[in-house]
């Protein structure tokens, strides 16, 4: 047991160090530890598209000098060509790299940039995040991942892709296959919508409709709503914010596949 700890602690210290930038971000913090930044938002087109048209942020972000990973929504036809706008023009930064949550986007960066590397995301594959499923009876049915099989398996290989992104789950994972696995700690997203409660209630909408115009979240933003949830073995702080659901997770299983950890301390305000 000990030599299995010495291991893993060994394997931590030799794992890629992302960090997960939001508008709550200070890009005036020490980051020397980190070898990566991610450029969000994988959840919602309105706050990407905040982000990467904004010329100073991104000029800022390059002047770090760390290698960077573009995060991908779902995207809406409205968007489609504004994203590659982008990956054009930036497309030669340092490790410049691509998470895609969509198809229409995975498949039009192996159409015209065929070099850039693609990280296969949460959203094309099926997790079990909820926080109640380490409890439950049959819980080693929730450690599968949709994507843990042959077909996958040779998808990846056909397109070169040996990369995925998890969330740090409390019932972890059963994965067969050999990919390398990054994962997004210490929140864990388990929900979103792109009904979002923000928009609809900044907009006075009180009936679910997919949100088409919006100026991002940090001008719409409704209070954190924080729920204490007593699981029976522990309670757990959910968050509910913008339009996603998450929870925070501060265990580390041992796994020799994870390769990256992703910090997305700043999905909340902090004080890292």
Known sequence: ???????????????????????????????????RFYIWDSFCEHNLFYFIENISFINKIIKIG????????????????KLFIFIEKYQLIKWFEIVVNDYWVFYKIKKEFPFIKIIWW????WQNKDPYLKVFSKKE?????????????NLFKKNNINSIELYNVFQWINIRQDYSLYLQYPFVVYSIT??????????????????EKCSWCEKNIIDILELKLDL??????????????????????????VKRIIYNYDLLKNDW
């Open 141 to 153: 049915v929730h450690k599968n991942i949709s994507i843990d099989s042959d077909f996958y398996k």
């Open 66 to 81: 760390k290698s960077i990973t573009l995060t991908t929504p779902i995207l809406s036809e409205k968007w489609i060509k």
């Open 232 to 257: 029976g073995w522990e309670k757990v702080n959910n968050y509910y914010i913008w339009n996603k659901q998450f929870y925070k997770n501060n265990n580390l299983e041992q796994n020799p596949q």
């Open 194 to 211: 792109r009904y979002c409660s923000s928009n609809l209630i900044k907009n006075n909408i009180n009936y679910p409709t997919i949100v």
């Open 1 to 35: 047991m000990k030599n299995n700890l010495n291991s893993w602690i060994i394997n931590l210290n030799k794992m890629e160090k992302a960090y997960l930038v939001t508008h709550y971000t200070d890009l005036e913090k020490d980051f020397s530890i980190y070898d």
């Open 122 to 125: 949460n959203f094309l594959s």
